[in-house]
């Protein structure tokens, strides 16, 4: 209901016959609902008043967040009384449509389980090896009908759907006990599960109550233990198979997607420098470890990226974006890219050796060290106008930085108090925060970082402080001290 333009007043009417009773709901704004019956015609009215404009914001939720009625049809009284399209015969459903196909695909399957030797593998480890098959022989095409495993597997390609199908089919051929998730992302929803509508049931996860770990069978570029982290922090349907003597049902259950933690994503930055004979340029060693969704965003072009050139032209881009435009490096090297080994468990690590000269600047007898550069750029966030939505950081996630700094034989270095920095929430125990300090001993300058967000949703009144954090890393960046002999 809402977009760029404000809206004063604005009416959706729904007009059924009596016995055809619809249900709606209106998301991030106060709304009227009415319903009357005349003349064997039954309106609904759904009125939402003075809708004002939407602006684009930095880590936030645009979508999920717009004012919209969702409305479903809840109730036939000319069939009787019973509830329509409720998260039970959503369920039923989801079951019999994603598992369409499964017997009669079995013996395929089988044959292929055998063939890759996946089969007699323990579970955890054949779940993963047929993932790793799945996702290197089979693309996902949006637009193709579902079909069944067996033909699938002929095709090489295959929708959303029919990659559930190949996979409920491969679960149930080696036997491991599975939970299918319905969904929806965040940034689109939040799933409201007081209201059955089925407009929240748009993604396909697979669960596994055993180890308690998810996985999405058309994302190429995760694996087993991850799923895209704005379906991590909402609930959606998990259907279960549920046993009443012989015969097997579907159940209906709704839960909560929780978030990865802080623990599993961080992007660790560890520098060992030191300067010239000359004093014209700091020079050293650069490690970037990276886990997690932080991992993910760099760890599947190296996969898939085969050619030199290619790979080289990506880590040269990384480097810069790490450091700086002007950097020189050498020795650049590249760890943990591959997807269907181990590797993916493993954090995902650039190292190589470095030149500066854009962070040292001669002042008469003294140097200028601009010590905060050495970060790399940073976000920075300004206002306009006041802020609308709330926060979404879209994963929980840190940043540690150490800095080792050997300082000449003969130099003093002064301004180290500005590397001291506490920016955080201000709760005893803080979710958000940029803490920097610094130790000096002998001639090592040790410089450390801790840039730190727990908490993946802030509530809008918490805005002021959130930005302060971001823009600390930005800040930090202008920090310079002064080198001078002693």
């Known amino acids: 209901l809402q977009s760029e333009i404000p809206v004063r007043s604005s009416e959706l009417k729904i007009i059924t016959p009596s016995y055809l009773q619809f249900e709606a709901k209106v998301y ?17 009215t759904v009125l939402v008043k003075n809708l004002q404009p939407i602006h684009e914001e930095k880590y936030a939720n645009i979508k999920a967040n ?21 998260w039970q015969s959503a369920a039923e459903t989801f079951y019999d449509y994603l598992r369409t196909g499964v017997e009669e ?24 090896k047929f993932e790793n098959y799945a996702k290197t022989n089979i693309a996902v095409k949006e637009e193709e009908e579902a079909e069944t495993a067996a033909e699938i597997l002929k095709k090489q390609y295959a929708s959303k759907a029919g990659m559930m199908r190949l996979y409920i089919t491969a679960l149930e051929v080696l036997n491991i006990p599975y939970e299918i998730v319905v ?26 109550p055993t180890t308690k770990k998810f996985l999405d069978p058309s994302n190429p570029i995760i694996r087993y233990g991850m799923i895209d982290q704005f379906m991590e922090g909402n609930n959606a349907l998990f259907i279960k198979k549920k046993k009443e003597g012989t015969e097997i049902y579907p159940e209906a259950e709704i839960r909560f997607i929780p978030f990865s933690t802080i623990a599993d994503n961080h992007d660790d930055l560890a520098m060992e420098v030191s300067f010239s004979p000359a004093m014209d340029q700091v020079q050293g060693k650069v490690t970037r470890q990276m886990t997690g969704h932080q ?6 072009y190296y996969h898939f990226i085969k050619a030199d050139e290619e790979r080289k032209g ?19 090297q590249i760890k943990n890219t591959n997807l269907n080994s181990d590797e993916v468990n493993k954090p995902f690590i650039l190292t190589t050796d470095m030149v500066l000269k854009s962070v040292l600047e001669r002042a008469g007898k003294k140097y200028l060290f601009k010590v905060g550069e050495l970060i790399g750029p940073q976000v920075e966030m300004y206002n306009e106008r006041a802020r609308q939505y709330a926060i979404d950081m879209g994963n929980a996630h840190s940043y540690k930085r150490v800095i080792k700094i050997q300082i000449p034989a003969g130099y003093k270095v002064s301004g180290l108090e ?14 958000l925060g940029f803490v920097s300090d610094y130790k000096m001993e002998g001639n090592l300058l040790t410089v450390t970082i801790n840039e730190f967000y727990k908490q993946v949703l802030q509530p809008i009144d918490t805005y002021e402080s959130f930005q302060k954090i971001i823009n600390a890393a930005a800040d930090f960046n202008k920090v310079t001290l002064l080198l001078e002999k002693n």
């Open 28 to 44: 991030n704004a106060p709304a009227t609902i009415e319903a009357d019956t005349l003349n064997g015609k039954r309106t609904m």
């Open 66 to 86: 717009l004012v919209r009625a969702d409305y479903k049809l809840s109730y036939n009284l000319s069939r009787g009384d019973d509830r329509l399209y409720t």
């Open 105 to 128: 695909s079995k013996k395929d399957i089988n044959a292929l389980l055998i063939k890759e030797k996946i089969k007699g593998l323990l579970p955890e480890l054949a779940v993963k």
């Open 183 to 208: 969904g929806s992302s965040r940034a689109g929803a939040t799933f409201d599960k007081d209201f059955d509508s089925w407009s929240f049931l748009d993604e396909y996860l697979l669960y596994f």
């Open 295 to 300: 991992a993910a965003q760099l760890r599947p």
């Open 314 to 332: 990506l880590t040269n881009e990384i480097i810069k974006s790490t450091l700086k435009p002007d950097v020189t490096y050498t020795n650049a």
């Open 418 to 431: 500005s590397l001291k920095r506490n920016i955080t929430d201000g709760k005893s125990d803080p979710v």
